[in-house]
């Protein structure tokens, strides 16, 4: 079974740490997302990958980076927490490269994080 | 700019009861369209898609959603709901492109 693994499914951080959220997928694709998901704003995408080392800003991407080392590795980085950023976590994968979103994603469980 | 509205924030129906969660979205040319699932703390899971073809598509769980290009919508629908489908749904869309586009999702409670 195809997996998108999120290492964390529960986080609790203090403000101003540097935070990764780590997102591992097995299916060789090349396209990867993060969507933060809060309640009464849905799914909104903070950056999204086509490639290793290629990186895209989305609607949100202030206070975060990301990292694309390998092609199966997307890590989302929060490099000075703030409690504003309280939020549920969702890494999603898909493919072919370029066709976003041709043919839907495959998402991880999610990282539910805490800033305190 | 694509964008999707789900109309309903919250619906409870009755076990057995039929269902109707709408979608709406805005895109200028024929969209990739998608409705996906999410359980109590976990992720998405793609329910149907629809590309092109047949406007009416079968999803899994019993679902299914119709496409209709005259009112931008492509509504889910399930004859009989089971205490099971509590979940919540979002609908998404996508040019193909750029990345898919979601509503802010349906919630649904399902009674005795």
């Known amino acids: 079974d195809v997996k998108v693994t999120q290492s964390s499914r529960y986080l609790v951080k203090r403000t101003g740490e540097k935070v990764f959220l780590e997102c591992v997928q097995d299916?060789?694709?090349?396209?990867m997302f993060w969507y933060r998901q809060d309640p009464g704003l849905g799914l909104r995408l903070i950056y999204f990958?086509?490639?290793?080392?290629?990186?895209e800003k989305g609607d949100i991407p202030e206070g975060y980076s990301v990292s694309r080392e390998k092609k199966e590795r997307f890590s989302l980085i929060l490099e000075s927490a703030s409690t504003n950023q309280t939020s549920m976590y969702l890494c999603?994968?898909?493919?072919?490269?370029?066709?976003?979103?041709?043919?839907?994603?495959?998402f991880g469980s999610g990282t539910r994080l805490t800033v305190v | 700019a694509q964008s999707v509205t789900q109309p309903d924030i919250h619906i409870t129906v009755s076990e057995g009861a039929s269902l109707e969660l709408r979608c709406n979205y805005s895109?200028?040319?024929?969209?990739?369209l998608f409705w996906y699932v999410q359980s109590p703390g976990q992720g998405l899971q793609l329910l149907l898609k629809?590309?092109?073809?047949?406007?009416l598509v079968q999803g899994i769980k019993g679902f299914e959603a119709e496409f209709k290009r005259s009112q931008s919508s492509f509504n889910l629908r399930k004859p009989s709901v089971h205490w099971s489908d509590a979940a919540e749904y979002f609908c998404?869309?996508?040019?193909?492109?750029?990345?898919?586009?979601f509503g802010k999702g349906t919630r649904l409670s399902v009674i005795a």
């Open positions: 999603a994968s898909s493919s072919p490269t370029g066709s976003f979103g041709s043919y839907g994603y495959t």
């Open positions: 895109y200028g040319a024929t969209p990739y």
């Open positions: 299916m060789d694709h090349e396209n």
């Open positions: 990958s086509y490639d290793v080392k290629m990186k």
């Open positions: 998404a869309v996508g040019p193909g492109n750029t990345p898919l586009v």
């Open positions: 629809y590309f092109s073809g047949d406007t």
